[in-house]
């Protein structure tokens, strides 16, 4: 079994790769869906400790909304689609045209919810597809789920889980940019791709990138 910190610099070309393309047609998804332009990249992918994954989005007490969903197929795992809590407030109205959804407040609105889980489920669906076509491995997601409360605390389950994986998690920046009406909008949010230990190998190996053992 290779641990993610084996990872090496061709994989993570092979991976931004990829998650340009999903990139690519999630934004043709988006724009369909909100009859606007929108465009999508992915500005650069790295593998980081898990124990950083906390101050990578802001710090461990951080609130963040996240949408997690499990990969299923043949090289299953957990996927986070993690964004701070005001950059999901404002990727919600602007997909709903509500401005008063507000993620900290008392009571989640339920539009809210819906817009940002169909967000996240294009994006991972996107870049699934993407990378399973540079795989020819079968990887689907499941329905998303989603949450809203500090970092830690919503990862917490998932590194349980990939806890006999290594130290590591890959870590896929993702720009949102909306043109129109005379000027941009964006936002910055990231994936976590957590394989389970037999999915890293069957990734890898896939790339057709030799591997120092």
Do not use: C, W
Request: aromatic content about 6%; hydrophobic content about 45%.
């Amino acid at each position: 079994m290779r641990d993610l910190n084996k990872v090496r610099s061709q994989h993570l070309d092979i991976l931004k790769e990829a998650g340009n393309i999903g990139a690519g047609h999630a934004a043709a998804a988006l724009s369909q869906m909100l009859n606007k332009t929108i465009e999508m990249k992915v500005p650069g992918v790295k593998v980081i400790p898990f124990n950083e994954i906390g101050e990578y989005t802001g710090g461990d007490e951080t609130i963040v909304a996240a949408v997690f969903l499990r990969i299923e197929g043949e090289a299953p795992g957990n996927m986070f689609f993690i964004l701070p809590v005001k950059e999901a407030n404002r990727l919600a109205q602007r997909l709903t045209g509500d401005l008063s959804i507000d993620f900290m407040g008392d009571s989640l609105n339920e539009m809210g919810i819906s817009a940002l889980n169909e967000a996240g489920n294009i994006l991972a669906g996107a870049y699934l597809s993407a990378l399973a076509d540079f795989t020819h491995l079968n990887m689907q997601p499941t329905p998303p789920a989603i949450a809203v409360d500090m970092i830690t605390a919503i990862l917490s389950f998932g590194l349980i889980e990939m806890s006999e994986a290594g130290d590591h998690a890959i870590v896929i920046n993702t720009e949102i940019n909306e043109k129109g009406s005379g000027h941009a909008v964006s936002f910055k949010g990231h994936f976590f791709l957590l394989p389970d230990p037999p999915s890293l190998d069957k990734i890898l190996n896939a790339f057709g990138v030799r591997q120092n053992e």
